[in-house]
């Protein structure tokens, strides 16, 4: 039972560049969560997905994007990196309550 | 606009003693509250919660107490061990299953 994954654990990205930051639960929750988390902060809800076929924005969504066609996927993904993107990504699931967090990815945008 | 807040970004305290970690929080409508320990380059861990129809809920040296009236909750950890050193996040929630608020930490140093 590996809980969440995530991947890459580690990018450095140049400015306008793209990618997909990937997040997989093998708990059969039905809600994922994305999170960031900047330097002395805490950590800001950027999307999140009730079910398969179900997403919402959370308090920082701009400049990001969701999808979540299976339970176990919820790829967030990064169109036009820029500098102020740089921070630690955090993915979690939740069967309603308690929230199961994966190891993060550090993102570095130059 | 910070509606979870932790004031003490830090707190050291000695093994064995008790540590208390306070949270704040401005939106009467949060009835779920969560705290979690987050070592470095991991992801946070889930330690306890309490629902607003309860001012207290403990689990072992962890205690979580909930002031409603004041919008404020703390955790108690009784006796303070060197593994507890972490950073601490409280989070609320106006339901189980949406949006979570976090606080922005508080580090705690136990101290042998």
């Known amino acids: 039972n590996a809980g969440v994954t995530q991947t890459p654990k580690f990018r450095i990205l140049k400015i306008g560049q793209s990618m997909t930051l990937q997040c997989t639960q093998d708990m059969n929750h039905n809600y994922m969560y994305w999170y960031r988390q900047d330097p002395g902060m805490g950590l800001k809800l950027i999307y999140y997905?009730?079910?398969?076929?179900?997403?919402d924005k959370g308090e920082v969504p701009n400049g990001y994007n969701v999808s979540r066609s299976t339970t176990e996927d919820f790829p967030l993904r990064l169109e036009l990196a820029a500098p102020s993107q740089t921070s630690v990504y955090f993915c979690a699931s939740s069967p309603g309550g308690t929230q199961y967090f994966g190891p993060g990815t550090r993102l570095t945008v130059l | 606009d910070q509606q979870v807040k932790q004031n003490s970004p830090s707190l050291s305290v000695q093994e064995g003693r008790i540590s208390i970690l306070n949270c704040d929080y401005t939106n009467s409508m949060f009835d779920y509250f969560l705290w979690y320990k987050k070592y470095p380059a991991e992801g946070p861990t889930f330690l306890i919660s309490i629902s607003s129809i309860k001012d207290k809920n403990e689990d072992g040296r962890f205690t979580v107490f909930l002031n409603k009236s004041a919008k404020h909750l703390s955790l108690h950890i009784v006796p303070s061990q060197p593994g507890d050193s972490a950073v601490y996040f409280c989070?609320?929630?106006?339901?189980?299953?949406?949006?979570?608020?976090f606080g922005t930490g508080t580090s705690l140093t136990v101290i042998p």
């Open positions: 989070a609320a929630s106006p339901n189980t299953g949406n949006q979570f608020y």
């Open positions: 997905s009730v079910g398969a076929g179900i997403t």
